[in-house]
T-cell receptor, first 115, second 120 residues
Framework: AQSVTQLDSHVSVSEGTPVLLRCNYSSSYSPSLFWYVQHPNKGLQLLLKYTSAATLVKGINGFEAEFKKSETSFHLTKPSAHMSDAAEYFCVVTEYTGTASKLTFGTGTRLQVTL | KAGVTQTPRYLIKTRGQQVTLSCSPISGHRSVSWYQQTPGQGLQFLFEYFSETQRNKGNFPGRFSGRQFSNSRSEMNVSTLELGDSALYLC???????????????????FGPGTRLTVL
């Protein structure tokens, strides 16, 4: 079974400072990993995905994540936070059953951005 | 291209009632997945439909069911509602999710805004 652990339930940064949201995963297979963002009262939007190509993945809005197999990590970073980045972020791992796949979500990290 | 739409957006029911939620995927998408989001349990996978067939199911009781129509629209039904069923129900569509024959592939899932169900 696959699982994903988001190490921080809440992260607070000042606008203009770097963002680091941590994610560790467990997988029996070569995983596909994703980061989604959810703004209040909105659905989820895909930020970026790793599917066994380049280990450094660039996403939308300046976010990127690095897949580190040796550390089973897929941390999300952004060099400079913006107020509009305040949202909940979910790290996701896929599980393939041969004919279908299922997403397993982390518990989420709420990012707060202050002036 | 229109996004994933879910109706209704908000719903209030009482214990013991049943409810049906609807999801219209992005045109051309054949896979529809449903998720339940609660503060305590987070986001949990309910089930996934592809070409009118349920391909995958999460760990929810039989009170939760779904179906998909030939136009890929999907409905989920919850019978005998309990207080704990209060949640945001999210629907996501994709072109396809997983391939048979030992290959695996991921197509991005596009999420709708959700239906917020409150059970009193």
């Amino acid at each position: 079974a696959q699982s994903v652990t988001q190490l921080d339930s809440h992260v607070s940064v000042s606008e203009g400072t770097p963002v680091l949201l941590r994610c560790n995963y467990s997988s029996s297979y070569s995983p596909s990993l994703f980061w989604y963002v959810q703004h209040p009262n909105k659905g989820l939007q895909l930020l970026l995905k790793y599917t066994s190509a380049a280990t450094l993945v660039k996403g939308i809005n300046g976010f990127e994540a690095e897949f580190k197999k040796s550390e089973t990590s897929f941390h999300l970073t952004k060099p400079s936070a913006h107020m509009s980045d305040a949202a909940e972020y979910f790290c996701v791992v896929t599980e393939y059953t041969g004919t279908a796949s299922k997403l397993t979500f982390g518990t989420g990290t709420r990012l707060q951005v202050t002036l | 291209k229109a996004g994933v739409t879910q109706t209704p957006r908000y719903l209030i029911k009482t214990r013991g009632q049943q409810v049906t939620l609807s999801c219209s995927p992005i045109s051309g998408h054949r896979s529809v997945s449903w998720y339940q989001q609660t503060p305590g349990q987070g986001l949990q996978f309910l089930f996934e439909y592809f070409s009118e067939t349920q391909r995958n199911k999460g760990n929810f009781p039989g009170r939760f069911s779904g179906r998909q129509f030939s136009n890929s629209r999907s409905e989920m039904n919850v019978s005998t509602l309990e207080l704990g069923d209060s949640a945001l129900y999210l629907c996501a569509s994709s072109l396809a999710l997983g391939l048979a024959g030992g290959l695996s592939s991921y197509n991005e899932q596009f999420f709708g805004p959700g239906t917020r169900l409150t059970v009193l």
